[in-house]
């Protein structure tokens, strides 16, 4: 009787995103990227006539973002009458 070696499931990290891989990994638009990339936020390479977006940056730039804030819900609290 044989058995299979086990395996670890390790998903391996893309080096680079193209444009609109990044666009939905940060959930914008190409557009936005396109900005982020002028603007000095995230880095990219030339890959022949390819623009490739290095993910390193992206997941770097998503890290600093501040935390999001919400209001507490009052969503079925009844008030008390007095």
Do not use: C
């Not at 990994?25 to 603007?39: A, N, P």
């Not at 995230?42 to 501040?66: D, F, M, N, Q």
Request: charged residues 25%; hydrophobic residues 40%; positive net charge.
């Amino acid at each position: 009787m044989t058995t299979k070696p086990k395996t670890q499931d390790t998903a391996v990290e893309p080096a680079f995103l193209g444009i609109l891989d990044t666009a939905r990994f940060l959930g914008v638009s190409e557009w936005t990227v396109k900005q982020m990339l002028r603007r000095g936020f995230i880095k990219a390479k030339k890959a022949g006539r390819r623009t490739v977006v290095i993910h390193a940056t992206t997941k770097a730039y998503a890290e600093s973002l501040p935390n999001a804030k919400f209001a507490p819900s009052t969503r079925g609290v009844k008030s008390q009458a007095a």
